[in-house]
């Protein structure tokens, strides 16, 4: 199956300060690409989808200034917590679909954040 | 609303049984129904997956058993080991161009040894 690759697996900030999780498509060009959010023992709640070259679209409650998605390129996307804070704390797990395969998803193997 | 909801929560299962993890949808326009893996602090990964059109899929120890009227579909794991205990998700979608998997609530399985 094809790869999607996630960086940092991990990273401890401080309260206040701006993280940047990285989404990267190894071996196909993703058109979609989608970034969900877990907590512990919960299932994943999908934060927003975003197409390349296009605005992500928020789910209902997502704050779209605190979560900025760029999907600037077809094997890239980012998602950046801005002033994150202890409550953000969670685990960050992006997932790609290309333009061929008709439903399949491809997750990442996430990035778990802590705000201290 | 819960548009896809899974049973049980948890499962303990011994060696060599079989475990089953059922899951019923409300969306008639779902197409897609794929079963995924996840073991702690890692992403999910696809076990396998389900169209309406064939009522049961099998690859190796898993089957994946579904019920178009019902709107109901389920996971079979054969011949359960420790190795698979995990936790596993059902998921639902539509052919729409853009759309996201949505996903059951998970059932941790424990397959003791």
């Known amino acids: 199956g094809a790869v999607v690759s996630q960086h940092p697996s991990r990273v401890i900030c401080k309260s206040g300060t701006s993280v940047k999780i990285e989404c990267r498509s190894l071996?196909?060009?993703?058109?979609?690409m989608f970034w969900y959010r877990q907590f512990p023992k919960q299932s994943l709640m999908l934060m927003a989808t975003?197409?390349?070259?296009?605005?992500?679209?928020?789910e209902q409650g997502v704050e779209k200034d605190k979560f900025l998605i760029n999907h600037a390129s077809l094997t890239l996307s980012t998602l950046t917590v801005t002033s994150a804070h202890p409550e953000d704390s969670s685990f960050y797990i992006c997932?790609?679909?290309?333009?061929?395969?008709?439903?399949?998803?491809?997750f990442g193997p996430g990035t778990r954040l802590t705000v201290l | 609303q819960q548009q896809v909801k899974q049973s049980p929560q948890s499962l303990i299962v011994q060696k060599g049984g079989i475990s089953i993890i059922n899951c019923a949808y409300e969306n008639t326009a779902f197409d897609y129904f794929p079963w995924y893996q996840q073991f702690p602090g890692k992403g999910p990964a696809l076990l396998i997956a389900?169209?309406?059109?064939?009522s049961e899929k099998k690859e190796g120890r898993f089957t994946i058993s579904f019920n178009k009227s019902a709107k109901q579909f389920s996971l079979h794991i054969m011949d359960s080991q420790p190795g698979d205990s995990a936790t596993y998700f059902c998921?639902?979608?539509?052919?729409?161009?853009?759309?996201?998997?949505?996903f059951g609530k998970g059932t941790t399985l424990s397959v003791s040894s």
């Open positions: 975003s197409n390349e070259g296009s605005k992500a679209t928020y």
């Open positions: 997932s790609a679909r290309t333009g061929t395969s008709r439903n399949e998803q491809f």
């Open positions: 389900i169209r309406p059109d064939v």
């Open positions: 998921a639902a979608m539509t052919d729409q161009a853009g759309t996201a998997l949505i």
């Open positions: 071996d196909f060009q993703a058109t979609t």
